[in-house]
C-alpha cells in the first residue's frame, strides 16, 4: 500500500513539472513602438490612433519602410492633390 502511494505521488510530482513547463505567463511582452514609423506616418497625416487601435502591429515594425513607399507611390503618381470632379458643378 505504502508503495502505491509512494509511486502515484511521483507520478503526480513528474507530470506537474512536465506541466510546468509548457505553461506560458499571463502577461506577454509588447515591444515598444517604432518612433521612427510613428513620427514618418504622422507627418503623411494617418491618424495614429487608428492605427493603434486596428493593425497597432505596424507600428512595432522595424524597419518598416514608410518613407520608401511614399516615394514609390510618388513615382506612380499616387500621391499629391486631389484631382476630384467638383460635386456642384454641372457636366
Not at 56 to 77: I, R
Amino acid at each position: 500500500m505504502l508503495r502505491l502511494i509512494a509511486t502515484s505521488l511521483c507520478l503526480r510530482c513528474q507530470s506537474a513539472a512536465a506541466l510546468s513547463l509548457h505553461i506560458r505567463p499571463c502577461a506577454t511582452l509588447i515591444p515598444a513602438e517604432n518612433q521612427q514609423t510613428v513620427e514618418a506616418l504622422y507627418d503623411l497625416s494617418v491618424d495614429i490612433q487608428k492605427v493603434r487601435k486596428l493593425n497597432s502591429w505596424v507600428l512595432h515594425q522595424s524597419p518598416a519602410y514608410t518613407k520608401e513607399v511614399v516615394d514609390l507611390l510618388k513615382d506612380l503618381g499616387g500621391l499629391g492633390p486631389c484631382h476630384c470632379p467638383d460635386p456642384h458643378s454641372s457636366p
